[in-house]
């Protein structure tokens, strides 16, 4: 079955420590994947995706097929890093673009 | 350039009543989608809209309704609102870019 699983529903580390927000995805097709974040009283929005290969605010991730992992992670955690993240999958040749999400992360960073 | 809006932000409604929840974007976007946001169980997808005229139904379908109105314009209805439908209810389009892009949010409450 098509699946995003997020298993941290909430992480909470100290500003300047290495973040890793987790997800693991299981699905049989060609598969892109997105994170999302949604901060506090803002609507969510697109932070990366993997087809990108960018970093975007200090965040990094890489598509691991083998594993089926496509972990979030930034060196140094900041406090406006503090927001909710959602990892999304969508199958690279649907053309009705659906996605299927994770249940989320909420990250805090404690200063 | 508004991207995508709703209408309304905040609703409270009784059970057994009814109610339409507008969604508007202005980027020229083919799909629409109506996702419900709840705590631990990330965005579940109640209805998508791949082109003006069609609608499909989501992971979420039932107790909702929705009409693509035309390109820009994508309601959902709640016939007869019950307890289980309180959540936040997000729009979101995209285009051929493949990126979603989201409203605000409806936050709903039925008692």
């Known amino acids: 079955a098509q699946r995003v699983t997020q298993p941290e529903k909430l992480l909470s580390v100290f500003k300047g420590a290495p973040v890793e927000l987790k997800c693991n995805y299981s699905y049989s097709g060609s598969p892109e994947l997105f994170w999302y974040v949604q901060y506090s009283r803002q609507r969510l929005q697109l932070l990366l995706r993997?087809?990108?290969?960018?970093s975007i605010k200090g965040f990094t991730a890489d598509l691991n097929k083998g594993e089926t992992s496509f972990h979030l992670k930034k060196p140094f955690a900041q406090e406006e890093d503090s927001a909710m993240y959602y990892c999304a999958l969508r199958d690279a040749g649907d053309s009705n673009y659906q996605l299927i999400w994770g249940a989320g992360t909420k990250l805090i960073i404690k200063p | 350039n508004a991207g995508v809006t709703q209408t309304p932000k905040f609703q409270v409604l009784k059970t057994g009543q009814s109610m339409t929840l507008q969604c508007a974007q202005d980027m020229n976007h083919n799909s629409m989608y109506w996702y419900r946001q709840d705590p631990g169980m990330g965005l579940r997808l109640i209805y998508y809209?791949?082109?003006?005229?069609?609608?499909d139904k989501g992971e979420v379908p039932n107790g909702y309704n929705v009409s693509r109105l035309n390109k820009r314009e994508f309601s959902l209805r709640l016939e007869s609102a019950a307890p289980s439908q309180t959540s936040v209810y997000f729009c979101?389009?995209?285009?051929?870019?493949?990126?979603?892009?989201f409203g605000p949010g409806t936050r709903l409450t039925v008692t």
């Open positions: 993997h087809i990108s290969r960018e």
């Open positions: 979101a389009s995209s285009g051929l870019a493949e990126r979603q892009y």
């Open positions: 809209s791949a082109s003006e005229g069609t609608t």
